[in-house]
């Protein structure tokens, strides 16, 4: 039988810089175990031809579900072919389009999206973001973050989902895992913990959109906020939580 890592002694220690913060040794096995279970075959990387879409559908995906930010995002495209027909519309046409499709927020995210609209045909030849993809990491995100509602995480998916970037978002789902398992101390934000994770983990595409997807749903399946199914956790000997949460 193969010796497994020991679980870790403590936490990582808060006040240090991130950059002088070490990974803790058995983070690769957290990661194959994760990929072996929830995503043994990853599939291949493909930039999208308007990374625009992903942005919106990103915003429609904000306390969403998969089915519903599908549906919503389909309504919009089926109502504005092209998005300077939802600019022309205005916020109440989109926030129409929204609720017909259901989901909650659409008066919110109708707001975000015409805002987004309206600045980029303020500020760019055209309403894309093609040229997202010929540029660096760096000026990619810098150009994402600095459109109207457009945060870190957002901007994160959209740079790894749809422009195939290292990125690695964090979503409540691996915020929690990571907590549970103790890699980041307990008073870390999603955004401090996003950028930790941008230390530590292997800057891969591959490597991080496997751990992203796998850990969500391990988040979802397994690590659930409540009545986590620790019995049959594929971590549960490397989570110090277990013989708490396990009971």
Known sequence: ?????????KKLPSKLPLSQQQP?????????????????????????AEPLDGLIQTILSQQNTAPITRRQF??????????????ADGPDGIEAVLKAAGGGL???KA????ALLAELDETRPSLSLRET???????ARRLLESLPGVGMKTASCVLLFDLVRPAMPVDTHIHRIAQRLELVPEAW???KVERWFDEVLPREWAARYTFHVSAIRHGRQTCRARNPACGVCVLRDL????????R
């Not at 707001?111 to 015409?114: D, Q, R, V």
């Open 189 to 191: 934000n999603a955004v």
């Open 111 to 114: 707001g975000y999206i015409h």
């Open 106 to 108: 659409s008066r919110v």
């Open 133 to 139: 993809r010929d540029l660096d990491d760096t000026a």
């Open 239 to 246: 989570c110090p939580s277990a013989a708490i949460l396990g």
């Open 74 to 87: 389909q309504g919009l495209k089926t109502a504005y072919p092209r998005w300077e027909g939802a600019l």
């Open 24 to 48: 803790p040794g058995h983070l690769p096995e957290i990661a194959r175990r994760l990929a072996e279970e929830y995503l043994p075959d990853p599939p291949q990387p493909r930039r999208a």
């Open 1 to 9: 039988m193969t010796a497994r890592p020991p679980l870790p002694q």
